[in-house]
């Protein structure tokens, strides 16, 4: 199919999200520039990403760094339109919060500059998480997008990927001052844990925690009891849909399914026979927050369809971990 509806940049090409992102766009008649981090030691197989329908044609891979950020500039000139899905994910906390708080807000602050360079780029969609809205010490037990985690309080305990909350919960902030500021269009999409298939070889860290289950990982189970869940494919196209619809503004949610660990441990154990769940007795020991459920009110009442349950989420995941040697 020929592109008629411009050039766009997926930044982050290579990860989860954004090589779902990428397969939508060329399918919706993008042509697409993405960049990925300079490969030092070539290892990087890109192949994934250039066999993808449309791809000869419509797709060119650039290399750029957060830590550099006019390193993003050759990608953007002459888009209408940019996806930043990259971001430093450090769940091990390797890296001082300070260091990887800094790069993601600088890294999208100089993505966003090249835009307004541009002249062309009409509008920013940026991937934010639910650790950006769930971290805080709310009573409610649905929380919308007015719902901010609270920084302060994250520094002060230590928790599963911290620096990784912080940092994405400053950029977001950052990234919707700075479209404030300038004129220029920003909206933010706020995924739960996104699950499904993946067309990336590396074992997507929200896959591999939704997966705890069945790959008998004992120490994320605390981050299972009770947890939000969205498609890969829903949020690809949630970007989409927000980056073409005239209205989109700020902050949107995008999360179609919550589950507590016991729910969990049933409904895999009947799924997937083959396989030593842990039983819900088993589970009642296990201890952590029971983070507050997700409204995708506003996403929806824009127009926005959820397309997979919780099913497909599992059942894609499991195949592409079975396909790639992760089961």
């Not at 060119?60 to 990608?75: K, N, V, Y």
């Not at 590396?202 to 008998?216: D, I, N």
């Not at 009770?226 to 829903?234: E, K, P």
């Not at 009947?270 to 997700?294: A, C, M, N, T, W």
Request: glycine share 8%.
């Amino acid at each position: 199919m020929a592109s008629n509806k411009g050039t766009v940049c997926v930044t982050g090409g290579d990860g989860f999200i954004a090589s779902w992102m990428i397969k939508r766009l060329l399918e919706h008649g993008y042509s697409v520039r993405t960049t990925v981090i300079p490969d030092l030691y070539g290892r990087r197989e890109s192949s994934f990403l250039t066999n993808l329908p449309g791809a000869s044609e419509r797709l060119r891979i650039f290399t750029a760094d957060l830590r550099d950020p006019q390193s993003f500039g050759p990608a953007i000139e002459g888009c209408v339109g940019v996806f930043h899905v990259a971001t430093p994910v450090d769940f091990e906390d390797r890296e001082p919060e300070p260091v990887v708080t800094k790069r993601s807000i600088e890294g999208a602050l100089g993505i966003l500059r090249a835009c307004l360079n541009s002249k062309t780029v009409k509008r920013v969609v940026y991937t934010s998480s639910a650790s950006a809205v769930q971290l805080n010490n709310s009573s409610t037990h649905i929380l919308d997008e007015d719902s901010w985690s609270d920084v302060g309080s994250i520094r002060e305990i230590t928790t599963f990927g911290a620096s990784y909350a912080i940092s994405k919960t400053l950029t977001e902030k950052a990234v919707l001052e700075f479209g404030e500021r300038h004129g220029l269009e920003v909206v933010t999409v706020i995924p739960s844990f996104v699950h499904g298939p993946f067309i990336c070889p590396k074992f997507a860290a929200s896959v591999r925690t939704s997966l705890a289950l069945v790959l008998g990982n004992e120490n994320e189970y605390y981050v299972l009891l009770n947890v939000s869940f969205v498609h890969v494919d829903d949020v690809a196209r949630a970007h989409i849909f927000l980056f073409e619809h005239p209205d989109a503004k700020g902050r949107h949610i995008c999360s179609s399914a919550t589950m507590t660990i016991e729910e969990m441990s049933k409904f895999l154990s009947e799924r997937y026979p083959e396989f030593q769940i842990p039983s819900s007795d088993s589970l009642k020991e296990v201890k952590g927050p029971r983070f507050s459920g997700l409204s995708s009110r506003k996403l929806l009442d824009a127009g926005f369809e959820y397309k997979y349950g919780i099913e497909d989420m599992f059942d894609g995941a499991i195949q592409s971990c079975k396909e790639k040697g992760y089961l």
